[in-house]
């Protein structure tokens, strides 16, 4: 099993960046595929990025394609959000989960391990 613990959230001006980071414990973060989803109150949990065990592939949501990058360094056993241009419609709470079939995907179903979350809010 692993833990995924999230961290770098907090409160930043429209047109700001943050970078999130995700450290896994438990398990090399290699055997897994990680995602980064969020929730806003009152939405549904959903897709923001994905990439697969390696970094050679990565996923996007349209809303955020362009301005978030995904990346992750196995040596440290860390996967990080880098987001640019924030929005106020990105606030939410921030999750990273790990995928054991290492692929990343934009499914919530496909995900075996969910960190505890962090927040976001972008002010206007």
């Known amino acids: 099993q692993v833990q995924l613990v999230e961290s770098g959230g907090g409160l930043v001006q429209a047109g700001g960046s943050l970078r999130l980071s995700c450290a896994a414990s438990?398990?090399?973060?290699?055997?897994?595929?990680m995602g980064w989803f969020r929730q806003a109150p009152g939405k549904e949990r959903e897709f923001v990025a994905a990439i697969s065990w390696s970094g050679g592939t990565t996923y996007y949501a349209d809303s955020v394609k362009g301005r978030f990058t995904i990346s992750r360094d196995n040596a440290k056993n860390t996967v990080y959000l880098q987001m640019n241009s924030l929005k106020p419609e990105d606030t939410a709470v921030y999750y990273c989960a790990a995928d054991r079939l290492r692929g990343g995907s934009w499914r919530i179903g496909a995900y075996d391990y969910w960190g505890q979350g962090t927040q976001i809010t972008v002010s206007s």
């Open positions: 438990g398990r090399t973060l290699s055997n897994y595929g």
